[in-house]
Every structure is written in C-alpha cells, then in structure tokens.
C-alpha cells in the first residue's frame, strides 16, 4: 500500500516476518509504517541515513525535524536516502496496542526499545540497504539507536544519539509511573481495553502535562511565563500551557500507544556497557553521545558516563553537548547545534 | 476543647475572628487546632517558638520534626515553649475545605501562605507570647515563615526559612498543575464537592507520587531503587515505592486540603523583594535562608537568590546550605544539619 502525503514523500507499509521480543515472545503479522525521502540512487554511493523518532513522534521526519531535512541540509535529500519509520507499539500507522486489540486475543506484546531497532532490520532487508551513513535519534529514538549500535547487521558509518541513557533511571521511571497512575486515576482507560477512539481524555491529558515539564526547563518556563496570569483569570500562564498541552496531545495520539512506548522506555537497557560497547565497535564506526546541559530527563551526566564507558571499552565513542535553554526538547529546537552535530559530529 | 494525645501534649482548638483574607474575603469561624509543647515559664524568659508544617503536616510536631523536639534539642521543651499550629486549609483539625462545605453554602475560601500566617496572630494573642525566640518551617511552612516575617506583630528574634521561595517558581507551578489534573482525571473529585471520605483515591495518589519525585532526587532514587524490581513482579522497585507512597497518603489526608494548600503554594509571592526585606527587618532580629544542594523543586539557587536580594536591601540575612543526597525533603531526614542550623543559624 502506498500513500502520498502533503509533504510529497509516499508512506509505505511493510508487513514484518515473525519477531522474536526481548521478553520472549514471537509475534508475527505486525505492520511497520515507513517513508523513504531523498535520493536512493545516491544513497547507494553516499549510504542511507536510519532515523528514529521520539515518544510521539512518526514517519513524518519534516514535522519535527524539518529543518534538518533537506537538499544541503544535514539529512541530505539530495545525497542520501533516509528511511524513517512509525514506531512498533505506535498510533501512527506502524502496529500498536489499540489497533491490535481489535485483531487479537491475546494482550500486545510488551516491546522494549531494542525490539522497536531490530523491527527495522527487515524493512532496510527489503529496502536493499547494504550500509548506513548515519542512524539518529532523540530522546527514545536516541535508546532505539543506542540498541541498533548493538544488533544492526547493516554497517553503520556514525551513530549519533541525542538525550538518552543507555538505562533508564529510576527517576525517569518514576515519572513515567505518575504518568500511567494519572491515566489509570481516569476510569476511561479501563486497562487499556477502551473502544477505539474512546480513550482516557483527562488521564492522558495530565500525564501529557507532567512529560511537557520534563521536557522543557524550569529557566525557561521562567522567562517565558513567570508568574503572569495573562490568558485565563486566576489561572497561572505555565498551567493554561500544560493544559493546552495536555489537550493537543490527546487529539493526536492514542493512549495505549502512549503506554506501550513509556513501558518500552522504562525498559531501555544495554546491559553490561563493556559489551554493548563492544558490540557497537564491531558495527559502528563512530558514535556520538549528545548530552543537553538543561536536561532533567536524562541529564547531560549519563550521557557523559555512557560514553566514558563505551570509551574505556574501546569503542569509538565521543561526547557532544548541546547549550539550550530549553531542557530535554533541545533536539527538536536547537537546530543550528543538531545539525551541526549531525553535520560532522 | 482539649484532646490529649498520645505524645502527652494537649491539642486545643481556638476559633479565629473575622480573618481578611488576600484575596479579599473576609471569612469567620475558622478554627486552629494547635499545640503548645515545652515550658511556659521558661519561655517568658527565653522567647516562644512558633513552627510552621508543610503540605501534608499537622500540629503534632514530634511526628515530623521529632529528633528535634525535646530538653537540650534544637527545639528545647526546657527553655521555651512551642507552638504548633495545623494551617488553615489542612485536614487535621483546623478549618479545610472538606469540613467547610458541610456547613457553609460559599466555597471555602481561596487562602495564600500569608494568610496562613496571619492566622497565627489571634492565635500568639490567644496565648499572650510578647516575643518569639524563633519562628521556622520548612517548604509551605518555609513560605509561610516568610509571610511571618513580613506581617507579624510579635517581634521575632530569628526567622529560619527552610527550602521555600519568596514566589512560587513556574516550574513549581507546573508540578502542582498536574497534580490537579491527575486529581481532576478521578470522577470522584467531582469539583472538590465528593462527599467526606469518598474523595477520588486514585487521583490524589497520582499526585502524591509525581510530589515524591519532586521532593527526592534523582541520585537518591539510583542509590535506593536502581532498577530493581524486588517487590513486585514486572514492576520496577522504584514505581513500587511512589504507588505506596501515594497509597499512604490517600489513607490520611483530604484531597480538598491537598488541592487548597497546593494553590496556596502557587500563591506564594512576597512581592517586592526590598519592600519585603525591609518589611521584615523592622520585625526580625535575623533572617536565615537555608537551601539544599539537591533539592529540585525549590532549588537552592533560588533560596540564595532571596537571601541575598533581602541583604541588598539590608535586612539581616544569612544563607546556609544543607548538603544532601535526599533532595527537597532533606529538611525532614538531615537532623544533624538541621539542629545545628536550628540552634546556631
């Protein structure tokens, strides 16, 4: 099936062999949604570029890294191809929990992020893709790509990772666990069993919020709303913000999904950093760990230890950071340093 | 009325007159529940101390400032007597919201740490305190001590702030907002307007547990929980621990309280910081700031800031830092620091 969409590139679809999961499971019949964007012609001379998205991110590489994409750009349309694809576990047209239920009995299977890397092998099997330039991401793409550094059987050129650990912290587990108790707090999830499109608007709506304070910085939320109460009486500007945050998500992503991936982020997890570093070495030649001097997420320091691990173990590992005012989101905002990194990171 | 309690000092409730509240109101029949610990007799001599709780404290002080309650303590039984008061709002004794619309028609009224504060007045007047050895809190209390030293009428040698800003910071804001928007996510909440003892469990644990986060840090939460899950099957130790957390809460406190003194909270604002300052050094011999290195939610570097804008201006101020692994709620665990501070600061 092929679809084109306002931004020109088609979207595809590839139905996935069996996948064996991390926590054991062999699942077949899932569906990845993909777009290929620039030339593959020249991307059979220069390599393909693999690209990750975050959270609620999508196939739709130009609506959140836009500025990025482009001929002469850092993600070279008119040098590279670059195959970006919707997530497993997802609502953007890849298989996700929501969608599975209609089709299934049994539960969607608990995915982790070196499940949603290795679900890409098959589609650059079937894209033909013999070498990667680059594999990117942020944020949870950035955990996906930490784990294609570990299982890709396509050589990698430069791994570049933006804002993630090779472990989930126990804080970023904990504000993932507030996030599913608040959705749980709203009766319409009913265990995530709800009918499609029918889901828990409030829940969602309140983890969405605490992620967005997570995402940003508390600098920034200073300079930009202070104190004032200038868009609804008696109502802080920073909460009409998280609100209206909470709400414009709700209209665009599914809360299963949600879950699905905040479990799969909760997972991230290399193992024994020698040897995913050792692993890397045999698959990667470079990577690049970009930490974010005003991330609370995942601060800038596990960043830096990551890749003073994977350093001590051999691999060729360098640290980058990015200077921002703007905490975690950095990656999708601080666009002349992203494509400077990607540039020649 | 008077109640015994099991640690042996009385609790007693006085009825405040008219109460003029910031946000314009003026409110009558609102109770205090408070205690007097220590020695009356020594305290004509050596001062009183008035102690401010936090968000979900009451008047009975051993229970969270105990190792510092006693003969030879920081808080000295034999040389002073102390007052404890449950802030209006709260749910142990005093006059919330909960208790409020079961007799009144009008919405309990919308209070701010200085009113909090202001309440204590009638009540020092009550027991005929001519002058404070010290007046203290911590986190609400802490900005509520602020407000103490900008209004009081009871000259007060020294005015110990522990981990409280002199304006609720957006970010804090934030936290807080989402708070109520998991609170909100519970059908039983219904407005605030639930029937007593049937407030939304769900909601008001999701809030309890995202105000843990804040109130420890991340460093803590590595060193505790790792990624362990020990406890319970497929469930990260660390989510274990925040939905008790917000278990324990829901067992113990009213959720009309808990939303009334976080908007308290958010309310939190001295205004100008020299008006203030100066405000404050006609009533207070010394004005001691104490902020904690690891603290996330009211950051020390706001603490300093407050300080040194109150010097500025000349008021007496002092900053003091508590070094800590255990973040906001550091002023609950650090005795020793918190004695010495206490008792030299």
Redesign the interface.
């Known amino acids: 099936m092929t679809t084109t969409i306002a931004t020109g590139w088609p979207t595809r679809e590839l139905v996935l062999g069996d996948l064996a999961t991390a926590q054991g499971r062999v699942v077949g019949g899932l569906r990845l949604r993909y777009r290929v964007l620039g030339d593959v012609a020249a991307a059979a001379e220069n390599g393909w570029i693999l690209v990750f998205h975050a959270l609620t991110g999508s196939s739709e590489l130009e609506a959140w890294w836009g500025p990025l994409v482009g001929p002469g750009r850092a993600l070279d349309t008119s040098r590279h191809a670059i195959v970006a694809a919707n997530l497993l576990g997802s609502c953007y047209g890849s298989t996700g929990p929501t969608e599975w239920k209609t089709q299934h009995s049994d539960a969607f299977p608990e995915l982790t992020p070196e499940d949603l890397a290795r679900a890409h092998l098959p589609l650059l099997d079937h894209l033909g893709v013999q070498r990667l330039a680059l594999a990117t991401g942020g944020s949870l793409g950035g955990m996906v790509a930490l784990q294609w550094g570990r299982v890709t059987s396509v050589p990698t050129a430069r791994l570049v990772v933006f804002a993630a650990p090779t472990?989930?912290?126990?804080?970023a587990?904990?504000?993932n666990?507030?996030q599913?108790?608040?959705?749980?707090?709203?009766?319409a999830w009913q265990g995530g069993l709800y009918p499609t499109g029918h889901g828990?608007v409030?829940?969602l709506?309140?983890a969405r919020?605490?992620a967005m304070?997570t995402y940003r910085?508390?600098a920034e939320?200073?300079a930009?709303?202070?104190?004032q109460s200038s868009r609804s009486e008696g109502v802080?500007?920073?909460?009409h913000y998280?609100?209206r945050q909470?709400d414009k998500l709700v209209a665009r992503f599914d809360a299963a999904s949600y879950v699905a991936l905040m479990r799969a982020m909760?997972l991230q997890?290399v193992g024994d950093l020698t040897v995913a570093a050792q692993d890397t070495a045999r698959r990667v030649g470079r990577v690049i760990g970009v930490g974010i001097d005003s991330d609370?997420l995942y601060?800038a320091t596990e960043v830096r230890e990551w890749v003073a691990a994977y350093q001590a173990a051999g691999a060729p590992a360098e640290y980058r950071e990015i200077a921002s005012l703007y905490g975690h989101d950095a990656f999708l905002i601080e666009w002349d340093q992203v494509d400077r990194i990607l540039r020649d990171g």
Not at 182 to 187: G, H, L, N, S, T
């Open positions: 472990a989930a912290s126990p804080q587990i904990g504000w666990a507030v599913r108790m608040a959705i749980e707090a709203d009766p828990p409030a829940g709506a309140a919020a605490l304070i910085s508390g939320f200073q930009r709303f202070g104190r802080f500007d920073v909460e998280l609100r909470g909760d997890e609370i601060p």
